[in-house]
């Protein structure tokens, strides 16, 4: 967390670290907060030096952040959720399915079965997972309660299942999924970051000019 010395208005602690005074911090907050007088000492120093602050079009959506924060989730749970089941009728960990060593690709993903996840998803049984698909796992899969007039949520999660960005999630996205899930797991990071460029935009991604996490890294 952040520690601040009251009687002198300075941060002095973050994350449990003293502040280091010739390190740069990246701070996220809003554009307006910078000169608003919300944080005295920010507005002071943004007053004195404008050209610091962030030029249009570098702003980050903050809806678009945590939308596909949730979305990226939200298919996590989903994967897991229609993934093969083992002898004993229990599904299996996905971060197992991939764990086959120096066996062939080939056998990793018939193990993890990227036709039959996309069939326990495809509804309407036309090859493709589409926004609709996606909108009743959510109530069926995961069991949320979800606003058949909003959608939003379901392309989020449509996006970040497009792993090639051409608009659609097809059986060629599960199975780089399942090629990608055991690192993921293992690392407990979501490098596959979505929209990508190309992509079928989300409502709430338009008329942003720069997304963050784009590409993952």
């Not at 993890?112 to 509804?123: I, Q, S, T, V, Y």
């Not at 199975?175 to 690392?187: S, V």
Request: net charge negative; aromatic share 8%.
């Amino acid at each position: 967390g952040v520690v601040e010395d009251v009687d002198k208005g300075q941060v002095v602690m973050i994350n449990n670290q003293p502040i280091d005074r010739d390190r740069i911090y990246r701070v996220a907050t809003k554009v307006g907060d910078l000169t608003n007088g919300q944080s005295a000492p920010m507005t002071d120093f943004f007053t004195e030096h404008p050209y610091y602050l962030p030029p249009k079009g570098a702003y980050v959506n903050i809806h678009a952040s945590l939308m596909s924060f949730f979305a990226r989730n939200l298919w996590r749970r989903m994967w897991d959720a229609v993934g093969p089941v083992d002898d004993e009728g229990e599904m299996e960990n996905c971060g197992l399915c991939g764990d086959a060593g120096d066996e062939e690709d080939d056998f990793v993903i018939a193990r993890c079965d990227p036709l039959g996840r996309l069939e326990r998803l495809d509804g309407d049984k036309d090859g493709e997972i589409s926004v609709d698909n996606l909108h009743e796992a959510l109530r069926s899969v995961l069991g949320l309660r979800v606003d058949d007039s909003n959608k939003d949520l379901a392309a989020f999660v449509h996006s970040y299942a497009d792993t090639d960005g051409d608009g659609r999630v097809t059986l060629a996205d599960f199975k780089i999924f399942c090629r990608a899930m055991p690192t993921l797991y293992e690392q407990d990071r979501w490098r596959l970051e979505a929209p990508k460029d190309g992509a079928r935009q989300p409502r709430y991604f338009k008329g942003v000019e720069k997304q963050v996490g784009v590409g993952g890294s």
